[in-house]
Structures are given as structure tokens and as C-alpha cells.
């Protein structure tokens, strides 16, 4: 079965080159099992744009290490700390605050779908 490390140089994200943003991610059966780190905080809502009504189709499930991360929702937002576990549902956008460090788990197909529009969207400069 495979492994990733918080700190493994191999298997470096590359879906999106930001600004302050460093994260290491793998595939396994049928997850992408991810460590974000954002020093610099980003609202990903433009980002998101193109997805289904604009919001994130996905599943996902994690745990803040360090920092905030906000999911923003049309009923309302979801607040995450560090030390909180999180489930979230689709129908969000996320914004992560400065110095924010997580591990996430989310669907590859999913994980693919978000992958393109952000890639997109951050080539065009849409922020």
C-alpha cells in the first residue's frame, strides 16, 4: 500500500503553482491523499469557477495541523481550526487562511475534475 510523509520531497504537488503554496500528494485506491501548506491564505471561490454552479463537487476529509480553513457554502460557512477534523460535502468553495497546514483525502476523479478548472483559471489570472 502506498505512503506519503508530510515532509517527502517525491511526490510533489504540481496541479497548481501559487504563491506561498507547497504540497505533497499521492494515489491510492482510488484517494488522493494530500499535505497542503499555504504561508500566504487564498479564497479559492475564483478559482472554482467552471465547476458545477461554480462550487466543488467532492467529498473530502482531512485534519487541520496548523491555521484556518474556511468553507464557504450558500447556507452558511464551516469553520476549521487546527486540531479539527473535518467531512466535507460538495456545494462549497474553501479559503485558507496564512500559515495553514492540512492533510486531505478526496475521490481521484474528483480530485482531476477540480484540478483542471483551478489549472485554468489560475493561467487565465482570474483573481
Known amino acids: 500500500m502506498p505512503k506519503i510523509a508530510r515532509d517527502d520531497q517525491t511526490n510533489v ?3 497548481a503553482r501559487m504563491p506561498g503554496y507547497e504540497g505533497r500528494q499521492i494515489e491510492a485506491d ?3 491523499v494530500a499535505f497542503e501548506k499555504y504561508e500566504t491564505g487564498v479564497d479559492f471561490t475564483p ?8 462550487l466543488c463537487p467532492g467529498h473530502h476529509w482531512g485534519y487541520v495541523i496548523s ?4 468553507m464557504h457554502r450558500p447556507e452558511g460557512d464551516e469553520v476549521y481550526s487546527a486540531g ?7 456545494g462549497h468553495t474553501p479559503e ?3 500559515n495553514t497546514e492540512f492533510v486531505e483525502f478526496t475521490t481521484t476523479d474528483v480530485v482531476a ?8 483559471n ?3 489570472d482570474v483573481t
Open 13 to 15: 504537488a504540481h496541479y
Open 30 to 32: 482510488g484517494y488522493i
Open 47 to 54: 478559482l472554482y469557477r467552471g465547476l458545477p454552479d461554480d
Open 67 to 70: 491555521g484556518r480553513l474556511t
Open 84 to 90: 479539527d477534523a473535518f467531512v466535507i460535502t460538495p
Open 96 to 98: 485558507v487562511g496564512d
Open 113 to 120: 475534475r477540480i484540478t483542471e478548472v483551478v489549472r485554468r
Open 122 to 124: 489560475v493561467q487565465s
